[in-house]
């Protein structure tokens, strides 16, 4: 057995189909590192997404394995060996799931290099997301091979392809407006895009493993039939899969993009004073963070009442949630940049100081940009940038303006506007700019 | 005409047409019952032009390549006729569906794609043979339906399936492909097998 299986792994399509899965698997991490660069979860994620193409590639290279003896013409040689069809087809079976198995682990080490020094909380949520994902090409190539077996055309293995992308394409399309539904079939559903805090939920991935083991069974069970009976009982275990399925699964749309890991989303803070603090799933970058941050906090030490502390803004939406607000506290986007390193490392003290001047989410009458951009800029002593990703364009260039008129001010009137329009940014009333009348 | 009839005999051409129209029909009418869109979705637009190069691939070489190799007439012009052939009946199946009520198009987009895959697919079968020619095609195709689309040029000629019907750099992709393609495939005709699979039809 073991030495078929050794045969098996090197001449039998496994170490190509391992190969493109890895290959392809790798440049689609490459396109776009922005998405899952964050942490071991949206890496694990991403990985799932881009079951788009590897499942119907597994799909594929299970057909085109199962041709084989067809195409070398021994499939009645073989036939007439005096070994049951489950016997002969077992050591292919193993082989091909090995291929598979090795192929995305394998693509995922390789995107698991790129972020290894910055990604540091690792839930357990990321190796059930990557096992649903190892499972779902197991269970493509063996009904690849089933499929290939009854069908054994040249035209099935890329038909099987395309039908099996087409398949992930039109399941959310043809489920709509029950979500849920394309969770529990298709791999891909809800895994594009995942932000800082995203988490996948054990019932989602229950109910996609009761599945696709289902689909993997069937696949069995058609791969040792021999005759039409056995083939109709094939039928059996899908069934039984899907209504499992359907039962373990919440009944509740954007069940895994609503879901949160309250866990990433705890700050972890530097020891010593001015405490800076990010989220768990950026732990990593709280090096990088902190230098600039509290260059920040620096500048903003002129102002009475200054902010002491920076946390990072953990505010998520649907349902809405805010960081608390407290006025010795700076609030700031971390972001994970292509690198797996801080995003816009040069930007981060000009964003804590313009940070200060920032009212809280809930308030009707918060700073104007234009005035948080100018403020800021005047107490760095530098001038605005004309365009920035940070802001609006107009917003940007009414900065330019109103930092020079803050300018041509005299020092001490120029900062009790600045300290007046901070007053209104913690207090929440800034119906008043930096320049309006009613300001100093 | 006698030569013709065997000719279309020995490249299975009768049951690749009706795999070719099958699936085209099966994806018209899956569009139709999922769809309340008249216009199919580039991506379904993309993978039908794909499913049906695959179909036709298999007659890219017929029982017995080497056996076809020492005919006392010229393969030239006749390998160049079956692509075109080939060509002609995938874009004009797909463009027939304009009259109906899941429309595949964009025009441009099916004469592209329909050239440069069977381009691809006939360079493939010239030097892979004509059993794995649709392993790069499929693998191609794929990744490009799906990656979002780049600007740079690079990103365009690499996913020149899912382009724009405009683009200049997809099309000139797909020329370059379809060329290369024909040209290859009528000089050198299909590759030899491996021995293995020296027998296989």
């Not at chain 1, 077992?90 to 290099?113: C, E, F, H, Q, R």
């Not at chain 2, 018209?28 to 499913?51: E, G, K, Q, Y």
């Not at chain 2, 797909?94 to 050239?115: E, N, Q, S, Y």
Request: net charge neutral.
């Amino acid at each position: 057995m073991t030495r078929i299986l050794n045969i098996e792994l090197r001449r039998s399509a496994a170490l190509g189909t391992a190969l493109i899965l890895f290959v392809t698997g790798v440049l689609l991490l490459a396109t776009d590192r922005a998405i899952f660069t964050t942490g071991w979860i949206q890496l694990a994620m991403t990985q799932r997404l881009y079951l788009a193409v590897l499942w119907p590639l597994a799909l594929a290279a299970g057909a085109w394995q199962a041709s084989r003896e067809h195409r070398s013409k021994v499939a009645e040689l073989f036939a007439s060996t005096p070994r049951p069809q489950a016997h002969r087809v077992l050591p292919t079976l193993i082989a091909m799931a090995v291929a598979v198995l090795s192929g995305y682990l394998t693509m995922g080490i390789a995107g698991g290099l790129w972020i290894i020094g910055t990604a540091e909380y690792l839930p357990v949520a990321a190796f059930a997301v990557t096992a649903v994902g190892v499972l779902a090409l197991i269970a493509a190539v063996w009904f690849g091979l089933a499929i290939g077996r009854l069908l054994p055309w040249r035209v099935t293995a890329p038909a099987l392809g395309i039908a099996g992308m087409g398949l992930l394409l039109l399941i959310p399309g043809a489920t709509r407006p029950h979500g849920w539904l394309a969770l529990v079939f298709s791999p891909i559903y809800e895994m594009n895009m995942p932000g800082a805090y995203a988490a996948v939920p054990g019932r989602a991935s229950i109910a996609q493993t009761l599945w696709l083991a289902a689909l993997a069974v069937t696949a069995l069970v058609l791969l040792a039939s021999s005759g039409w009976r056995t083939r109709m009982a094939a039928l059996l275990p899908v069934a039984l899969g899907a209504a499992l399925a359907i039962t373990v699964m919440p009944h509740q749309n954007r069940f895994v993009n609503d879901a949160i890991d309250p866990v990433a989303r705890e700050l972890t803070c530097t020891e010593d004073a001015p405490r800076v603090c990010v989220s768990r799933i950026h732990s990593g970058l709280l090096t990088e963070v902190t230098a600039p941050a509290r260059e920040g906090l620096a500048v903003l030490a002129k102002l009475p009442n200054a902010p002491t502390t920076v946390h990072e803004d953990t505010t998520i939406y649907f349902p809405d949630s805010y960081p608390p607000r407290r006025a010795d506290t700076v609030l700031l986007d971390v972001e994970t940049g292509d690198d797996a390193h801080l995003a816009d490392r040069t930007d981060v003290w000009m964003k804590v100081v313009a940070g200060a001047f920032a009212s809280p989410p809930d308030c009707e009458m918060s700073v104007d940009p234009a005035d948080r951009i100018a403020a800021a800029h005047w107490l760095i002593g530098s001038e605005p940038a004309k365009a920035s990703e940070d802001f609006e364009p107009e917003d940007s260039e009414r900065a330019v303006q109103l930092w020079n008129d803050l300018r041509r001010l005299p020092a001490d009137k120029a900062k009790a506007r600045v300290v007046a329009l901070r007053q209104a940014a913690v207090n929440c009333t800034a119906d008043i700019g930096l320049f309006s009348k009613s300001t100093p | 005409m006698r030569w013709l009839t065997l000719y279309l005999r020995s490249r299975r051409v009768p049951i690749a047409l009706a795999t070719a129209g099958g699936c085209t029909a099966l994806m018209w009418s899956l569009w139709s019952a999922f769809s309340d869109d008249r216009t199919v979705a580039i991506p379904m637009v993309v993978l039908t032009l794909l499913l049906m190069t695959a179909a036709l691939t298999a007659t890219l070489s017929g029982p017995d390549d080497a056996l076809d190799k020492t005919a006392a007439f010229s393969w030239l012009p006749r390998r160049i006729a079956h692509l075109l052939a080939a060509f002609l009946i995938v874009t004009v199946v797909l463009l027939a569906t304009r009259a109906t009520g899941a429309r595949f198009g964009p025009a441009w987009l099916v004469l592209r794609d329909a050239a440069g895959l069977l381009g691809l697919t006939a360079l493939c079968a010239a030097t892979m043979g004509t059993a794995r020619a649709w392993f790069l095609p499929l693998g191609w195709t794929l990744v490009a339906i799906i990656t979002p689309l780049p600007d740079r040029l690079a990103g365009r000629v690499l996913t020149w399936q899912a382009q724009a019907p405009d683009n200049t750099a997809a099309a000139m992709t797909a020329v370059l492909l379809a060329f290369g393609g024909l040209i290859a495939y009528a000089v050198a005709g299909p590759a030899r097998s491996a021995p293995a699979e020296a027998a296989q039809h």
